[in-house]
Nanobody, 124 residues
Framework: QVQLVESGGGSVQAGGSLRLSCSRS????????VAWFRQAPEKEREGVVG??????????YYDESVQGRFTISHDNAKNTVYLQKNNLKPEDTAMYYC???????????????WGQGTQVTVSS
């Protein structure tokens, strides 16, 4: 069973930066893609960006509004995926979730494992 633990959320002012971390307990074939999702109050959970860990495929952005501001990366030695978020905007305020699945997809149902979430609040 893969366990995911997010950290790094917090409150920042618009234009600020945060780095989220997603630590995985183990790697399995069903966790080759790690993605970040976010859910704002009263909205559906939506995909932000995903990355393939052990196979080709690279990085896939699901939300065009974060391209150029958010960067996903992974450190295999630490079994951790990061989301560097720069130039944050109030509309980035949400609970951010880390998810793992066999392939990268924007669909929530395609991910087998989920973290508990970390809150990001951006004030104007």
């Amino acid at each position: 069973q893969v366990q995911l633990v997010e950290s790094g959320g917090g409150s920042v002012q618009a234009g600020g930066s945060l780095r989220l971390s997603c630590s995985r307990s183990i790697h399995t074939v069903n966790s080759n893609c790690v993605a970040w999702f976010r859910q704002a109050p009263e909205k559906e959970r939506e995909g932000v960006v995903g990355i393939y860990i052990y196979t080709s495929g690279g990085t896939i952005y699901y939300d065009e509004s974060v391209q150029g501001r958010f960067t996903i990366s992974h450190d295999n030695a630490k079994n951790t995926v990061y989301l560097q978020k720069n130039n944050l905007k109030p509309e980035d305020t949400a609970m951010y979730y880390c998810a793992a699945g066999p392939t990268c997809s924007r669909a929530v149902v395609d991910y087998y494992y989920w973290g508990q979430g970390t809150q990001v609040t951006v004030s104007s």
